[in-house]
């Protein structure tokens, strides 16, 4: 359930409304902050995707594959 | 010559690649050995080809291209969008779909259909959509090979001899690796994208004195700072993009890439990679297409910067030929090319070109899943286990390979470009259609065959009555919008110069979501067609 919800906040997160009409702040001088969200966003899926591949982890297909 | 001479060195590892991968395959290969490599492939190149079979030509020239035209959304509309829904998809789809095939010998998604809603026929539906989807694809990437083999030659190779050579090319490594071959393929190409990302960046930014100053340029000006928000575009256009990823699973050839991995663990590191590798790809070509429109001293570049202007400011007034030929010269899909060639020395626009190469190539897989869908849905599944023998459906499915090639190179030689641009825009909302069948017969009891027919002829009818629409209303300028229908004072469906709207949502979101209701109350209406309890056993 837990593991749904971050995901379900995840997708939520994607339409950042905040910044939609904002170039502004640059990030690193030269990356508009719109941009610099999504290559964030992009990371932080990365980190749930590691934490359901440690928490929620499939392992019995593995042995029902061999049955 | 150099960036041809480096293309050609790129298509000849590519085919000794694909030979080197016919002789590590058994003498003999049985067809799981052919159109799975056995169910052998390790974490590294089951990421590499997992990910480079997701990625056509439209990640480094299209994401470019968009880029130009439409700023920064490109990112959001595409990328991180992807980022989340694919591995996710894989993690909750994409391991199912593995151990299922493991366990039971699919190897292709239709044959799971078959069995979990115990049908026949219904399947054959399911694989003729499937198929009819997947075909403008290899004929876009036939049409791709001819026209950057071209471009890189200088002309010197004509579009049909490119076509040719490259049709040739992946054709044979397909035909002799099968899918170790077009995995190891995959596998290159996409180290060859993670290279070209970063080191393009640099390079340019070199040439262009630094970021900052062109990017504060592009605010001051009132016709490119709206390219660094996303003002242009409306969050309902923009949700709807987080419906097209759910097409990647449903793609045949990404739904038997899930079946070539040696073991589960292999799906761990894919899906925490795939954000990243997504990130190394996505991130330098959007910026890169943003920062060309102040890459003004590019004569090619400032060439589309004048066309879109002229667009703008007179479009409605302008004749459709004129303003057909302004779009053309505005188009941004060699925006990354000329780039690279007005500030980056030789050797880079050489791996540039065999960067785009491998994109354009990215029809392997296709090919090879179109070829084991055939032989194993069609050929094995109507002559029966007892005469579909292995060395038949290798045989047969090599056939095929060198027949759909041949075919698509015939297609593409005469038939316009833009019929299959829209046929291939609209595939995409076609797979997320055909999502909600895999959904259902992983984790719904209750789903049943007669829901999977209507989830299929649903997703056939849609794509084709979008087809007929965008050809009989021509697109209206930029920023104008065509009633179609109107119901109660609202308009429901609208034509935009971004394509067909439905209420403001893309067609992807309805499509999507109207399949799912189908399978749910045909499956409802079907109670007495659900499979017995042997065959839900199998399952849950």
Known sequence: MAAALMAAALYALHQDFWFWREARPLVFGFLPIGLFYHAAYTLAVSLLMWLLVRRHWPAHLEHASDE | MIPAAVVCLYLLVVLAIGLFARRASARQPDAEDFFLAGRSLGPAVFLLSLFGANMTAFSILGASGHAFANGIVTYGLMASSSALIIPLSLFVVGTRLWALGKRHGFMTPVQMFRDRWECGHIGTVIFAVQAILLVPYIVIAVIGGGTTLRAVSGGLVPFWLGGAVVSTVVMSYVLFGGMRGTAWVNAFQTVLFLSFGATAVAVIAAGMGGFRQAIESMLASAATAPLLTRERVSPLYFLSYTFIPLSSIAFPH????????????????????????????????????????????????????????????????????????????????????????????????????????????????????????????????????????????????????????????????????????????????????????LVAALFWKGSTRWGALAVAVWTAVAVLAIAVLQSVVPAPPPGAAVSVLTFGGVEVVTRAAAGTMVLGFLPVVPMTLISALLMVVVSRWTPASRPGAATLARYF
Not at chain 2, 273 to 299: H, K, T
Not at chain 2, 380 to 391: E, H, N, Q, V
């Open chain 2, 254 to 437: 990404i739904g038997i890439f899930c079946l070539t991995a040696r073991r589960l663990e292999h799906f761990r590191r894919t899906v925490v990679l795939y954000p990243i590798c997504m990130i190394a790809i996505w991130l330098p070509s959007v910026f890169l297409g943003v920062i060309a429109n102040r890459a003004l001293e590019v004569p090619a570049i400032s060439a589309k910067v004048e066309a879109r202007a002229t667009l703008a400011s007179q479009g409605p007034t302008l004749t459709p030929e004129r303003r057909d030929a302004l779009r053309a010269t505005a188009s941004g899909d060699d925006v990354i090319l000329a780039l690279v060639q007005g500030y980056a020395p030789l050797w880079l626009a050489a791996l540039l070109g065999a960067a785009v190469m491998a994109a354009v190539m990215a029809s392997d897989s296709q090919i090879l899943a179109l070829s084991t869908m055939f032989t194993e849905d069609v050929v094995a599944f109507y002559l029966g286990a007892a005469r579909a023998r292995d060395a038949l459906l290798v045989h047969t499915g090599r056939l095929f390979v060198a027949g759909v090639t041949a075919v698509a190179y015939a297609i593409a030689l005469v038939v316009p470009q833009s019929i299959f641009d829209i046929a291939t825009q609209y595939a995409f909302a076609g797979y997320s259609s055909l999502a909600p069948l």
